[in-house]
């Protein structure tokens, strides 16, 4: 039974004599971490960023004022250990985390990372921090080799029409990283969060210093539905603390049982058993079909999340996330010489089970930018009132519903990017 374990959307080709911004969308999925669950959510936000036909059932396109908009690139990868694909036990193997410290000093991968990662399913969430962390440098690095050819190749059709001085310039712009834009969901707006606190450091340290290597420029975060804080607080995360107590073993029996289950059912079966009982469209009741039938799933989901329990308490992030909108705690604008600071936006839910009312209000309140007050460095926290559930992704509706809140907030971040190069200029 099969599950992308990838989701790319590429994008669009540039337009010829033009020099437009370039993003990378990045998508961290929550637990279960299967990317196939946010298929319809990429290609509907994928449409609407680049002005093309939406891809359910309306043909309509955007329009942009603008000479040359930026264009958005959008990538999604499972979590390591929900690889739905049969046999691989991780997307982040040690010889791999091995290299990538070595080539990477500052990407936050140390022995013990390349040692779990080298190791059998579950990994643990810092791990995860770390395995995605070295993804989304990779697919950077990715990029920018794929555009140093297609400079090349612009170079050598230029010089055999006699105009190589004028490709120059679009050389030097293929040499560029492209604007970071995070979006986490869940517990993926945890890791999200996490990494915009390492690169937001690591970019202070840069200003500082010319040995510490400066991070790809991140434009924004945007966190959806996200469980940053007290976890255990929330309604099930309170009855997964109760059956870990009772059960310590959960993660193991839950995983032999699904194991047995998948062995003695054929996959249509397993399939229309899910959509009974959960009442998922087909597309994602076939995506938790091979989530319980993939080799590590169930104990990766419940075995992370033991650990989410654990480690997902206290807010104690500093100024490198909440002040990261450009200020202090107190609201004092603080410019440092770092690059500019990610823009942050949140999206949470009203009777969220995995968020906790009087954490979201909590945290609503001490972070949150207040109406009526000079504090554009504080971020966007929003709370759905229409009843959009946690796990959205899982419907066509709700997923559409929130590419569009989504694709909301990148207009807002790609102005304000826009604006500070205006103002460095």
């Not at 940053?228 to 995360?237: C, E, Q, T, V």
């Not at 992370?304 to 705690?329: K, Q, S, T």
Request: glycine share 8%; charged share 20%.
């Amino acid at each position: 039974m099969h599950a992308p374990t990838i989701i790319h959307h590429p994008a669009p080709p540039r337009r010829p004599g033009g020099s437009q911004p370039r993003y990378l969308v990045f998508l961290i999925t929550g637990n279960p971490g299967l990317v196939g669950y946010y298929a319809p959510f990429l290609a509907h936000l994928h449409a609407r960023l680049n002005n093309l036909p939406l891809p359910y059932g309306d043909t309509s396109t955007n329009t942009s004022s603008t000479d040359a908009p930026p264009s958005f690139e959008l990538f999604g990868r499972s979590l390591s250990g929900f690889e739905a694909t049969g046999a691989e036990p991780g997307a982040f193997p040690a010889a791999t985390a091995t290299a990538a410290a070595a080539a990477v000093p500052d990407s936050g991968v140390n022995a013990a990372t390349a040692a779990a990662f080298g190791s059998a399913p579950p990994f643990s969430l810092r791990a995860q921090i770390a395995g995605v962390e070295w993804v989304l440098r990779d697919q950077v690095r990715g990029m920018r080799e794929q555009w140093r050819e297609e400079a090349r190749e612009a170079a050598a059709a230029a010089a055999q029409r006699g105009v190589a001085g004028e490709e120059k310039e679009k050389e030097e712009d293929q040499d560029q990283d492209p604007q970071i834009i995070l979006i986490g969901h869940s517990v993926g707006a945890y890791i999200a969060l996490e990494i915009t606190r390492r690169w937001r450091l690591l970019a202070r340290l840069h200003s500082s210093s010319s040995t510490t290597t400066a991070p790809p420029p991140l434009a924004g975060t945007i966190a959806l539905f996200p469980t940053i804080a007290h976890i255990a607080a929330s309604p099930s995360g309170q009855r997964l603390s109760t059956l870990y107590a009772l059960l310590p073993p959960l993660a193991s029996i839950a995983h032999a049982l699904a194991a047995l289950l998948t062995a003695l059912l054929p996959a249509t079966v397993l399939v229309f058993l899910v959509r009974a009982a959960t009442r998922m469209p087909p597309a994602a009741a076939a995506t938790t079909a091979a989530f319980l039938a993939s080799r590590w799933g169930v104990l990766q989901a419940l075995g992370m999340a033991r650990d989410e329990l654990r480690e997902i308490g206290e807010d104690e992030w500093g100024r490198d996330v909440w002040g990261a909108a450009g200020g202090e705690a107190d609201g004092e604008a603080k410019d440092d010489g770092a690059e500019p600071p990610a823009r942050l936006f949140f999206l949470f839910g009203r009777g969220d089970h995995w968020v906790a009312d009087s954490t979201r209000d909590e945290l609503v309140e001490a972070r949150g930018r207040r109406a009526g007050r000079d504090e554009a460095w504080r971020p966007v926290m929003e709370v759905d009132e229409t009843g959009i559930p946690h796990g959205f992704c899982t419907e066509l509706d709700t997923s559409i519903a929130v590419a569009e809140k989504v694709k909301h907030y990148i207009d807002e971040i790609v102005e304000d990017v826009s604006g500070a190069g205006l103002r460095r200029a």
